[in-house]
């Protein structure tokens, strides 16, 4: 059996759990730089905003509709995720983190000493208790019929955010409900092709024949139909699979002229991108940067991309700082505002295992591992930051995010006064 427990509209909670004179406002978050609608209240969805919809085309429309408007703030975010796992974590023999707002529990051997639907319930209490956030939970024996529980549990409200579907005919009944868009997996794409051949609703794949799914579409959609019949085919992972490619980029606030802006944005996301590197244990031999200039408008377009190989695997900041900075020299075109930049790390090892030549003039720096380890251990401590000089000290590039809320969590000045 599994759970997938879910937190409702999760940043725009966030953001209510330290200020409750909000609460019944309609509230929305919006991206990098105040561009779309990320996340939505309750209140907002019912005035019918969008996903996705542009800030500055309905701006004056959500001022006029008193609708409270707060720019990303992913340091709380990731802080009240971390903290609603910690709950979780101790309360279930096995949890996987499946997003930053959702998280598969096993369940195997509750049933045998709780009511699971009851269980479900203390879920909910024990998170909205020690974090403020308030979570749906479904509950079923395979993770598939878990996300379609938990769909329905936040769906309707007579099931107080809990639903339990052990009985295969409670599945049944559920499933012939649901459209088919709703199911895990199926995307938009998917669902057009489905509807061709008459598959509108979640019972309707249910239903097909195995064989006939998996010679049409994929093995895939194959396990999904599986899934669906109650036979589990998606395992528990409790530690994800390292990443095979690591990205760090974003969108300026503001457009970058000058080679120097962009050799310190450049840095900076190299920084970012080796500690995700080393949060993973691994090593690259890759590393690519990319610049470009808006798409769109009447200035001129640019946009360049370049991959540097290292001689041997490293997760040093200071080497991938180095190759970056090389792979800038040889794409930077001056004349053209940048709109975005990035770093892309590739050919992972793991660290420890890769063979180096040991014939080779370039080796990695003597030390260079415990001196990253010192680094991380400062940087994740809260108690300072230690950066390189080449990331600059004031940078007019850096993300626009106007309606930043307080880091309540993480920040000893920001934290919450009551008075």
């Not at 879910?6 to 004179?21: G, H, I, K, L």
């Not at 930049?341 to 990695?364: C, H, K, R, V």
């Amino acid at each position: 059996m599994f759970a997938l427990i879910d937190a409702n509209n999760f940043y725009t909670t966030c953001e209510t759990v330290f200020r409750p004179d909000l609460t019944g406002r309609p509230i929305v978050v919006v991206s990098n730089n105040d561009g779309c609608i990320i996340s939505r209240s309750a209140e907002a969805k019912a005035l019918g905003l969008k996903m996705g919809e542009p800030y500055f085309k309905i701006k004056q429309q959500l001022q006029r509709q008193g609708v409270v408007v707060f720019s990303s703030n992913y340091t709380l975010y990731a802080d009240m995720s971390h903290r609603m796992m910690t709950v979780l974590s101790a309360e279930g023999p096995a949890l996987e983190v499946y997003s930053i707002d959702e998280a598969f529990m096993d369940l195997t051997g509750v049933s045998s000493c709780l009511v699971l639907e009851t269980f479900g319930h203390h879920l909910r209490s024990t998170v909205l208790r020690h974090t403020g956030l308030t979570v749906g939970v479904g509950i079923a024996p395979t993770k598939t019929l878990a996300k379609l529980a938990n769909y329905a549990a936040k769906k309707w409200t007579k099931a107080q955010g809990v639903i339990d579907l052990s009985c295969p005919q409670r599945q049944r009944k559920l499933m012939a409900l649901i459209d088919i868009g709703e199911v895990w997996g199926v995307g938009g794409r998917l669902q057009k092709r489905l509807q061709s051949i008459g598959v509108n609703k979640v019972i309707d794949l249910a239903n097909c024949n195995t064989a006939m799914i998996r010679k049409n579409f994929n093995v895939v959609l194959e396990r999904t139909v599986r899934e669906l019949n109650g036979e589990s085919c998606i395992a528990l992972e409790e530690a994800p699979p390292p990443k095979q490619q690591i990205i760090c980029s974003r969108s300026f606030g503001k457009r970058i002229l000058e080679l120097e802006d962009m050799q310190h944005a450049v840095v900076t996301y190299a920084t970012r991108a080796a500690e995700k590197l080393r949060e993973q244990r691994s090593n690259c031999r890759h590393v690519g940067v990319f610049i470009a200039t808006a798409r769109h408008g009447d200035e001129p377009q640019y946009a360049n991309s370049v991959s540097m190989i290292c001689e041997y695997p490293t997760s040093d900041t200071r080497d991938i700082i180095r190759l970056a900075h090389r792979g800038l020299a040889a794409i930077w075109r001056q004349g053209y505002r940048y709109a975005k930049a990035g770093i892309m790390l590739g050919d992972f090892y793991q660290t420890g295992i890769a063979q180096l030549d040991m014939f080779s003039e370039n080796q990695p720096k003597p030390g260079a591992e415990a001196l990253m380890f010192a680094l991380d251990k400062i940087n994740r401590s809260g108690m300072g930051k230690v950066w390189f000089a080449g990331q600059g000290t004031d940078n007019p590039w850096l993300m626009k995010r106007e309606m930043l809320s307080p880091r309540y969590t993480t920040c000893l000045d920001e934290l919450l006064v009551v008075k």
